[in-house]
């Protein structure tokens, strides 16, 4: 037990309570699941594998902009009609996430027309019927499920949902509701961070979508996506991100479950930031930084990338203090733990994940910085040495250093070195590498923002938002002081000039706005 207990102190870094509490939890789970067997407590159990489905609602005749949904999975597999997870959120069109053991599964998606916080039978505008097994998500990630809505219907067997009494989440015009927040939200607090450790089912409950960022977006900026550790949250950039020049690049953060099967944390990684299926930045590149356990997920994640036109392009991939080569403590857990996380089982360097991590090089467009920590300088060891947590050995496996770019190491200690001053300015450095897309001229104007008028409703929340924060940009290019430099805005630029009609709801509103305020500041 002696050892156990070092194993989780070194390796997770958390008490030993937590631990006890958790696997007393577990213990429970697996006497309900043999008395009285459901889907929704077999998500809970820590040895039991779920899946991950991530789908969209299309509004086609958009009726359902401004109501709160919900979509729900059941399941009669145990129980008739079992609701085995719900996702709420704001207006059609944004995705969703849901966790589910393997079955078969009727998805839902109710409108509260009436807006009294109760989704009813009669309030169902979309239903899909999905299957969940090896053979058809082999990776344990089921995406692109679209829901088509339509009028509202009655479904007899579903019982009426009432929406939780929480506080309404920040509305989004780009991404998931709920997805902005700020770095003291609750949600990212350690109790949530180690909730995601021992019961990856409860977190995902809390943060479906594992996509979170800290303003709306603008499509100008670089996206710098942070990747905790085991135990770890979004929290622990916090020193970078107060440095971060906000004007060039904006945070975006992959917040997920640690204690889960990291095969599918990759997989996850990969379809949501890489594939350009959920979020298609174009010819933006995007830097990812990685801490810990994160950049085993980000490596694995890279497997599955095909640097193909349709992926997003990675400009700096920045792994630090990660353990590509295991932890050795991590056997021992696996072998003597009363429960075994997924996650300590795929860095026991015994199992595939680590042996297989490399199987495959980084694509030469993407450079790689390696940063390394140790924690006693003095009787520096390759061998012996550690950051406190990870081997330096680990940090340092052979092939990581063949096909990193470059390497550099900080007298820092695992989480201690996320505030090296020296460590943060050689990211920084590298970061001014990656090339922006848009042109500095351009980077210049739109930098200046918008306008600062009070616009009507008749205006579309989209375009209201562009006019206020990128409006200068647009009359820069309406007026022929920048030139084009896509597809997009050569029509833009076809429109503005009468030569062919607006197509989209935001140009008919440039254009009204054109006229509305003619006297407006064009310089």
Not at 407 to 421: A, D, K, P, R, V
């Amino acid at each position: 037990m002696k050892n156990i207990m070092i194993c989780l102190f070194l390796f997770c870094a958390l008490c030993s309570c937590s631990y006890m509490k958790h696997t007393s939890i577990q213990a429970e789970y697996a006497r309900i699941q043999k008395a009285d067997p459901g889907q929704v407590n077999l998500k809970h159990m820590i040895d039991r594998e779920t899946y991950f489905v991530i789908g969209q609602t299309i509004d086609k005749n958009v009726r359902y902009a401004n109501l709160p949904l919900a979509v729900a999975a059941y399941s009669s597999k145990f129980k008739p009609h079992e609701r085995v997870d719900t996702m709420y959120f704001a207006g059609a069109g944004t995705h969703f996430g849901l966790n589910l053991p393997e079955g078969d599964y009727q998805i839902l998606v109710f409108a509260d027309r009436n807006k009294n916080r109760v989704f009813d039978q009669t309030e169902v505008v979309g239903q899909k019927a999905i299957s969940l097994n090896q053979e058809t998500s082999p990776e344990k990630v089921l995406d692109r499920i679209e829901i088509q809505l339509s009028s509202p219907q009655r479904v007899d067997w579903a019982e009426a949902i009432s929406k939780p009494n929480l506080a309404e989440p920040q509305q989004s015009l780009f991404y998931p509701t709920g997805a902005i927040r700020s770095l003291d939200d609750p949600l990212f607090s350690e109790n949530i961070a180690i909730l995601g450790m021992y019961d990856p089912a409860s977190f995902l409950e809390k943060a479906p979508t594992m996509f979170f960022a800290l303003e709306e977006d603008l499509g100008f900026k670089i996206p710098v996506v942070f990747v905790h550790g085991i135990g770890g949250s979004i929290r622990n950039f916090e020193p970078i991100i107060n440095q971060l020049d906000r004007d060039r690049y904006k945070p975006w953060f992959f917040y997920y479950p640690s204690g889960g099967d990291l095969d599918q944390l990759a997989e996850l990684f990969h379809r949501i930031f890489l594939s350009g299926k959920v979020i298609n930045l174009g010819e933006m590149p995007m830097i990812i930084v990685a801490h810990s356990m994160g950049g085993l997920i980000v490596r694995e994640a890279v497997n599955k990338y095909d640097n193909s036109q349709k992926e997003n392009k990675i400009g700096l991939l920045v792994t630090i203090a990660t353990p590509f080569g295991g932890h050795p403590e991590a056997a021992s857990g696996e072998k003597h733990g009363l429960i075994v996380l997924p996650s300590w089982r795929d860095v026991n360097p015994e199992n595939r994940f680590i042996k297989e991590l490399f199987r495959k090089p980084l694509p030469e467009t993407i450079e790689h910085q390696l940063i390394y920590a140790y924690d006693n300088p003095a009787t520096l060891k390759i061998s012996k040495n550690s950051d406190g947590v990870v081997p330096l050995s680990s940090q340092l496996r052979l092939e990581a250093q063949q096909q990193a770019t470059g390497q550099l190491g900080f007298e820092s200690s695992h989480t201690g070195i996320l505030e090296n001053e020296e460590m943060i300015g050689h990211i920084f450095e590298r970061m001014d590498r990656v090339k922006n897309f848009y042109p500095e001229s351009h980077l210049e104007v739109l930098r200046r923002g918008g306008y600062d008028v009070n616009l009507s409703d008749d205006y579309s929340p989209v375009s209201q938002y562009g006019i206020h924060s990128v409006g200068r940009y647009w009359m820069a290019i309406s007026k022929g002081t920048l030139k084009p430099i896509f597809p997009e805005q050569e029509r833009f630029l076809r429109v503005i000039k009468g030569e062919e009609s607006p197509k989209y709801e935001v140009v008919e509103d440039w254009l009204r706005f054109l006229k509305e305020y003619p006297e407006i500041d064009r310089d």
